[in-house]
């Protein structure tokens, strides 16, 4: 009985433990670019009034049309456009301050991507 027991008390403890390193992923990649002038016009002209925009353009004009700022790092997810059609919806699964998307919209400021399967975190950096 008491082999039982402790059978039971090690099995519990190999799921809890399970659980948390699915929730502590690490993230697929990570990059960092600067959030340039030009990143904060869609291809046709217009000015983009949404920080997720903004990244998503980061990432067309580095993969699509060769505009990189000195500092843009590559990053192997948002090469394809199918994926940059996916980055809003991945950030609104991740995470953004407040104070980092006005600094986004406001500005040129660097930024770090965490990029995971289903979201992206991002932070000025």
Not at 43 to 59: F, M, P, T
Not at 66 to 83: L, R, W, Y
Request: hydrophobic share 40%; proline share 2%.
């Amino acid at each position: 009985m008491k082999t039982f027991a402790m059978l039971l008390t090690l099995s519990a403890l190999s799921c809890s433990t399970g659980a948390i390193a699915q929730t502590s992923m690490d993230p697929i990649e990570s990059y960092c670019a600067t959030m340039g002038e030009e990143d904060h016009f869609a291809s046709d002209g217009y000015r983009l009034q949404d920080a997720a925009a903004i990244i998503r353009q980061d990432r067309a004009n580095f993969h699509a049309f060769g505009k990189q700022d000195p500092s843009d790092e590559d990053d192997s997810t948002f090469g394809s456009k199918a994926n940059r059609a996916r980055l809003e919806a991945m950030l609104k699964r991740g995470s953004l301050s407040r104070a980092d998307a006005r600094a986004i919209l406001n500005g040129t400021p660097d930024v770090c991507v965490d990029v995971y399967e289903d979201y992206i975190n991002v932070f000025v950096n």
